[in-house]
């Protein structure tokens, strides 16, 4: 068993570039919808590079679905990892303890500079979609920050609704839709491994894991667990070049997969799941595609080194922050730009340039984010951990 936490340095680059995807995905279907279609009337109005972008693997680079899924995929990979090399019998209580602390302090945070913008009246994200053209195309910008700031129930959603309650509607942070499952993956994962982590057949225990929850999203985070599994017991690790080069184009092809019935995903669509299991396809398969790119790369030294360098690394480390505030940034100053970028330059243009200013933005507020808030609020959880346990 290696015990050289190095070893997975690499899903901390990995998590980095999701994070960059999910911001993509958003900034893209927030200013130019027709990248991102959701019906295939939508087409019509692409030109010709823009299908076939849209249309084949070349959308993996802002397939946010795939991207979140790569992160639950990540966390039960590293969640499983912790408990096999870590020397601390305390690790499942600490970590479960933890758990709800480490999401929500910072989630809390993040509410809290939404609603001072709402009440502020500085969201633009609906004038902005009326210059889009996501008003007749499905995009998420039209739905946040419609109603009245509420102190209250910005407290209560953070708190409890993030998780339990989430409401498109009247949601503070709208990427935190699958809240639920960042909560509530990692205790089935700490679950599993407490009461059945020692047992030599608890393979059988994940197949049954694996059909009791096929068409959830806490599959990623149990194909995580399984991947794992397989990497510290050195299972399935020498596997010829060519078919681990086929299992990544598999994960790009399955990642990028989207419900639109495009003709490059026709295979994907068979009538016997559509008769026998009540499947959703896109997360499905997304998550197959993220589980397929973890087992290659995590076999792969080359992909490895390169996802362990000093900015894939950097981008990791903030990446909660930046899963956290981007949307936030996007729907105020960013719309806001883009309203004025419009009447100055092209389209394409405008969408260019509050690209680029909003990347770069939500990496630098992300960064002080993460040093004064998310390292804080881990230490936090540390010290009521600390204190309860005495």
Same mark, same amino acid.
């Given at each position: ?12 680059? !990995? ?192 197949? $049954?894991? #694996?059909?009791? *929850? ?17 990497? #510290? ?9 060519? &078919? ?9 092809? *399955? ?17 016997? $799941? ?22 290659? &790369? ?25 899963? !956290?505030?981007?949307?936030?940034? &996007? ?6 730009? *883009?309203?004025? *970028? ?14 680029? &200013? ?25 010290? !009521?951990?600390?204190? $309860?346990?005495?």
């Amino acid at each position: 068993m290696n015990n050289n936490a190095s070893r997975i340095k690499y899903l901390d680059g !990995l998590r980095g570039f999701a994070a960059i995807i999910v911001m993509l995905c958003h900034i893209i279907t927030a200013f130019y919808p027709h990248l991102y279609s959701v019906y295939p009337p939508a087409l019509d109005d692409q030109t010709s590079l823009v299908k076939i972008i849209d249309s084949t693997p070349m959308r993996i680079f802002y397939q946010g679905n795939f991207a979140l899924m790569l992160f639950f995929v990540i966390s039960g990979y590293v969640i499983t990892w912790n408990y096999f090399n870590r020397r601390d019998e305390n690790y499942i209580t600490s970590s479960a303890f933890r758990r709800y602390f480490r999401l929500t302090i910072p989630a809390l945070f993040a509410c809290v500079i939404a609603y001072l913008i709402l009440k502020f009246d500085l969201f633009f994200n609906i004038e902005a979609a009326s210059l889009t053209n996501s008003s007749l195309i499905p995009s998420w910008l039209m739905v946040p920050y419609r109603f009245d700031a509420d102190f209250i129930e910005m407290i209560k959603f953070a708190l409890y609704g993030q998780y339990f309650n989430f409401h498109s509607e009247t949601s503070y942070i709208i990427i935190l839709w699958a809240g639920h499952a960042l909560l509530l993956g990692p205790f089935l994962i700490y679950s599993f491994l407490a009461i059945f982590g020692q047992l030599s057949k608890r393979w059988i225990l994940y197949v $049954i894991l #694996v059909i009791l *929850f096929y068409n959830s999203l806490l599959l990623a985070f149990i194909l995580g667990m399984i991947i794992c599994d397989l990497d #510290v017991n050195n299972v399935l690790q020498k596997i010829n070049k060519i &078919i681990i080069v086929l299992i990544l184009f598999a994960s790009i092809y *399955f990642g990028s997969f989207t419900s639109t019935d495009f003709e490059f995903y026709k295979p994907l669509y068979s009538d016997f $799941i559509n008769s026998h299991f009540q499947l959703d396809l896109l997360y499905f398969y997304n998550t197959i595609g993220a589980a397929l790119l973890i087992f290659a &790369i995590s076999r792969t030294p080359f992909l490895m080194n390169a996802l362990a360098t000093k900015i894939p690394l950097y981008l990791g480390k903030i990446s909660f922050p930046i899963f !956290l505030l981007h949307s936030v940034i &996007i729907c105020s100053l960013s719309c806001y730009l *883009f309203t004025v *970028f419009v009447d100055y330059c092209s389209y394409f243009m405008s969408f260019f340039f509050v690209s680029v &200013i909003t990347i770069i933005l939500t990496i630098i507020v992300s960064h002080i984010f993460y040093n004064y808030i998310e390292v804080n609020g881990i230490k936090l959880s540390k010290s !009521l951990y600390n204190f $309860i346990s005495r």
